[in-house]
């Protein structure tokens, strides 16, 4: 039964993308005509695709879900198995190679969203994991004046509440009984010796007897074995450090006590988000205990150092709490919004942008054409700014990008040669597969990849020998990423626990990692994949289930591909893709091994992928 579903969904899968190959490139022929009628204009418009051909004049196939198998015969996609299609020349009357025209059926079909290249004041998001503690401005110590033994507990519990001047315990003080002797010796004669009398009551004061119990053993010669500790503030208390009949020492802390009407909450902003944040800015939090309540405090204090172990710095918030809600050791997550300029920056949703290694690839809608026409171009990103990406060159303002359906046009631009994610040389015969014009299977396919993924791999490998790595920080990276690969594991199984127990010996890894082995720039990008991998880590950790969990895991995986190909590995690894996953956006993932387990479909699509370059350092 499980296998009937299974090929169910794959018979789906491939039903569905003849359907979509078919709208967006033609049909099997060698003409397609798509007729549109013009409720504005009246006219009616065709359009023509002829068959995408090599250079020997041979028709080109490819497979609508993995647009990198391509051969001069028709067939079945070696990796998914689904039925190939023609490829279709869909080139424009405009000259430009790289453009790529669909019929407005085509464009609602692929849902194409598009968004305008904006100009603003870039405003950055930080949230921020941080624990609720007493104001320390506001936490009294009780402490002993004199050496004895403790003879009652008037208060005996953390946690109890007590006012100004309440006794909370009495104590037994040979040295206090002493000094009232002497005091009543010299009331017999204070009036012959002032200074002394003085002197002895002064004792009294400094042992911190009231004023109204002095005057009572004054006046009624009576001495008192036990004298009673008041709290010298209004509040909880937060440590009790005495019990009945323990014996203490001049100077002893017998209680804390701690007012709660203003609390700080220590938060943990990591080092790249630091230059962000200043004293007196306004910051919101929320806590677990009072979901949807928001609560308000004011950055207080900014610790000018960075941890060399967690690369994170604390920011102490102050906030009132005059309803006593916000208590001690309270977890909270801040919410600070900042701008990152007082310059205007073009920004663009990061949905529009289809990035992969080094490279950053976004679909421009050409305007004023009569059908809708786009073409990709590479663009150089700055900052990430909540959803949105800065960009600092490769746009203009006013223009409009792809921010929905821009990897079904990635996908249609491999397949007429055009440029696009993995084809950054279009028209050059990169993507083309008839070679000498022989047939070409699932065979030479394959061995066409792992030539493509060689290239790609001596590329990389030139860029990070180039790189002062010390082996010592390669090897802590290397216990990073077997941990990843034991959690992609867990992932390819659907087992939750097992991807639970991996990130928490991902996170113990990181932690080893001594990123004072990389210096300069080199030490810069560590902290800025260290930060995105952390984050990461909390999005795998609050995940409820395996769903969540893999997306979480899309996000690492990319930064882990970025570290790796940064720094390096002592020894090989593989970086593989699904086209199918993150909504048809495509998904990267790290792997040992150079078989396909996919871990975004687990048994659904087990084998649905391919690997597309070879890192070896």
């Not at 009576?222 to 009949?245: P, W």
């Not at 009407?261 to 677990?288: N, P, R």
């Amino acid at each position: 039964m499980n296998n009937l579903k299974k090929y169910g969904l794959y018979i789906a899968i491939g039903v569905v993308g003849i359907i979509l190959g078919g709208l967006l490139f033609g049909g099997h022929g060698t003409e397609t005509h798509t007729i549109e009628q013009s409720s504005q204009m009246g006219e009616t418009d065709q359009h023509v695709a002829d068959s995408h051909t090599d250079d020997e004049g041979n028709v080109i196939y490819s497979c609508s879900m993995h647009p990198s198998v391509r051969q001069n015969e028709p067939g079945d996609c070696p990796i998914c198995g689904m039925e190939l299609i023609e490829v279709q020349d869909n080139s424009t009357a405009s000259g430009n190679p790289n453009e790529l025209t669909m019929s407005l059926a085509a464009m609602k079909l692929a849902e194409i969203e598009t968004s305008v290249v904006r100009s603003g004041n870039p405003v950055s998001t930080i949230y921020l994991p941080g624990k609720i503690m007493a104001d320390q401005n506001k936490v009294s110590s009780v402490t002993s004046h004199s050496a004895g033994r403790v003879i009652k507990l008037y208060v005996d519990y953390v946690g109890a509440y007590v006012k100004e001047g309440q006794k909370i315990a009495s104590l037994y003080s040979p040295e206090l009984i002493s000094a009232q002797q002497e005091f009543l010796q010299t009331v017999e004669f204070k009036d012959q010796n002032t200074v002394l009398y003085k002197s002895a009551k002064r004792k009294l004061e400094l042992l911190e007897l009231p004023a109204e119990t002095i005057e009572n053993i004054e006046n009624s010669g009576d001495i008192m074995t036990e004298i009673n500790i008041v709290s010298q503030a209004t509040g909880y208390v937060t440590k009790l450090n005495i019990s009945r009949q323990e014996h203490v020492n001049r100077g002893s802390v017998l209680f804390e006590v701690a007012d709660l009407s203003s609390v700080w909450v220590m938060f943990d902003a990591y080092e790249s988000d630091l230059s962000l944040i200043e004293e007196g800015q306004k910051i919101v939090f929320t806590t677990a205990t009072y979901p949807g309540e928001k609560f308000e405090g004011t950055v207080s204090f900014v610790d000018p150092s960075v941890n060399n172990m967690s690369r994170t710095a604390d920011v102490r918030v102050k906030a009132n709490n005059p309803d006593k809600k916000l208590k001690p050791n309270m977890l909270a997550e801040g919410i600070l919004t900042a701008n990152i300029s007082s310059q205007r920056s073009l920004l663009i949703p990061k949905s529009a942008v289809l990035w992969t290694g080094p490279r950053s690839i976004v679909f421009v809608q050409i305007p004023n054409k009569e059908e809708p026409t786009f073409i990709a171009r590479e663009v150089t990103l700055g900052k990430r700014v909540g959803d949105q990406y800065i960009i600092l060159e490769g746009l203009e303002a006013g223009e409009e990008v792809v921010t929905h359906g821009n990897f079904k046009l990635d996908g249609a631009a491999q397949l007429a040669d055009k440029l696009s994610m993995m084809n950054r040389n279009p028209g050059t015969g990169a993507n083309r597969t008839g070679h000498e014009g022989h047939n070409m299977g699932a065979e030479d396919s394959g061995a066409m990849k792992m030539e493509m993924g060689s290239q790609l791999m001596n590329e990389e490998s030139m860029k990070t020998e180039t790189k002062p790595v010390p082996a010592e920080f390669r090897s802590q990276l290397n216990n990073v990423v077997q941990e990843y690969l034991k959690l992609k594991d867990g992932l390819v199984m659907s087992d939750k626990s097992k991807v639970l127990a991996s990130v928490n010996k991902l996170e113990n890894e990181l932690k080893n990692v001594d990123m004072t082995l990389v210096k300069g720039e080199l030490h810069s990008k560590w902290m800025d994949h260290l930060g995105k991998i952390d984050s990461s880590i909390k999005d795998l950790k609050k995940s409820q289930n395996i769903e969540a969990q893999r997306a979480a895991f899309l996000t690492l995986s990319s930064t882990m591909i970025e570290s790796v190909k940064t720094f390096g590995l002592p020894g090989i690894i593989y970086q593989q893709f699904c086209p199918m996953t993150d909504d048809g956006k495509g998904g990267f993932w790290l792997s040992e091994s150079e078989e396909i387990a996919n871990p975004y479909f687990g048994d659904q699509m087990h084998n649905c992928g391919e690997t597309i370059l070879k890192i070896e350092s």
